[in-house]
């Protein structure tokens, strides 16, 4: 019986597909020699090689299981059954034998007996009785002696005592106990059918054998057949289609309950199916993660590259770090984007006899925060070389007007509602004088050991939704003394998000802007600028800054002439 | 109406608007990409509230620890539709809670009370 006979039964319905099982034998399962408890589960599959299926797949010849176990359990069971048979077949014999002796020898006591008369050697009832003894089944000759030995009668057939197949008993005749015997009789009995009867019954043994054989060999390959092969083949030919990485569970139940251990194989083959299909996903789904990751990441150059250069369109709005120089200020910048491009935008120009400081914290960051600072720039441009404004409220003003032109909110339908916070400081260095004007936007000046906070206007710049633009903006002249250090922040600056170690998180807000300037105040401006950028990271801590940050630092220097 | 749970996350504020109850909370810090995407849904079920709502007090509770200026501005359109609501005649409490030593929100606070004309303004200082 081959593999090949035994799939079209059991699989009908099935997805059949010619196995090649040639050189099988019992099927041994890689690494399953540590019991089937131990076959990989889940958590193994995702790093098992499907690969390592391979050795299992090809096993050898599945059928020749049965005929392993034929040939090793069935001589053991033949010997067993040939030598109790023998056994048994000796026994009867010898017992038949000795029965059959025992008969005999009664028939020639009872015979002895029957002569047993005075002159009865020559009374013709001896030979009468002689043939009826003979004539008994199973006699075959009747031999009578007298005391000497003499013969005097005999009947049957001629044949010797110790010729083959033949039982031979004796019985003296004799009157009585005390007489002594006057002759013998001896009877040859046959034992021949006593033989025939062993033997026959020795051939009937062997038939029995053959017989339990054929049966033994039918219900053995039956049976591995249907509760070993088939659940394996089942479980080979799904090896096969796991290898291909077609993931398919192998039913354990099929016509015929399996044997347990091919049971718990198949449950535990299974479960391993089950961890590399698992793997298996796992891995495409990374690989296509991984993928999405590169997208994103060429996406996220692009982009980034696209702002870089938008930085470097944005830098070339600002003035030039010294554009104040000469101008009788000590001036340094913070400009800080928080995505390289950014919503605050600052200027410094000296003009005639004054020097502008201009900060402005367009709505947004970013992109969006840029496109606003483009508009300031050119409206400043205008106001400060076209129209000439000097003073800080007239520019706020003038950049206000611009701004809602601009973005459409003075009623034509504005679809921004963006605008800005700004702060304009002007130095009149003939009086030594700054000027603030603020829309949103705070000065802080440290002038005798004090922070001093100057609040503009609390309403900024555009902004659709608000109320009809208001012109409004209030001029504080503030006298520079000695030493006195200026600085326009944006509210990024303030709105530190971080604290000091609290539970809650807090702001930094100007009070601890102005303890930082406060700290600081006696530096030079540009080391002022550095340590505020290292107590505003310390500040945050693992906080991320939220805001682009500005700031203009100028401190009036001592006057030319003047002595220290 | 329904009432309205939205749990806080690091861009985004904490809101419970118990409209049922008329209690409206924010807490948290609000710096969302984009504020108008978040605080518009909410501004329009607050327009919609008090549209419609029977008479009975509102309270709304701000305890945000950050904004940026573009939730600001969310914000003072809700705060423009309670003071509205209050000119119709509603009662409308605003509660600006701020820690004490906390100038920049105390300083917001201060400047949206300035917006208000008919409802009434609280800034409560916490410790």
Redesign the interface.
Known sequence: MSAAELAPEEEAGRQARPVSLRGAGPARFAGAEGGVGNLPTADAGATMNPGALRGAAQVRDLDSLAHTLFVRIYPVIGAALLFTQCAIAFINYSDTTRIRTEQAQSLAHLAAAAIVKPGWEQDPATERTLQAVVAEPGVRRAVLRDRGGRLLAAAGEEIGPRAPGVLSVSAEISRGQDEGPEGTLALIVSGENLRVFAQQQALLTLGAILVLMLAFVLTLHLNVRRHVLAPLQRLLRAMNQVERKTWTHVDPEGRFRPANEIDSVCLAFNRMVDGLQAGDEAKQLLARLEEAHRQLEAANRLVMESIGYARRIQTSTLPARDALRGSGLEVAVLWQPLHLVGGDYYWMEELDDVSVLVVA?C??HGVPGAFITLIVAMALDQILHHDRLRSPSAILAALDRIVRVRLRQDGRGAES?DGL?CGICVWRRATREVVFSGAGLSLIYVQDGQAVRVRGR?RGIGFA?RDAADPTFEEIPIRAGEGTCFYLVT?GV??Q?GGTGGS????????GLGGIFLRHQERPLSVQIDALKTELAHYRGSQEA??DMTVIAFRPLRPEGATA | MDRISIAGTERTPEVDFDFPQGRLKLGGESYPEDAAAFFGPLQQALAAFLENRERGPLTFEIALTYFNSSSAKALMNMFMLLDDAAAGGAAVTVRWLHAADDDTIQEAGEDFAADFEHARFELVEQP
């Open positions: 914290d709505t947004g509602d916070d609390r939704g509210d303030t709105d998000m809650t998180r807090r702001l930094l807000g100007y009070r939220r805001d």
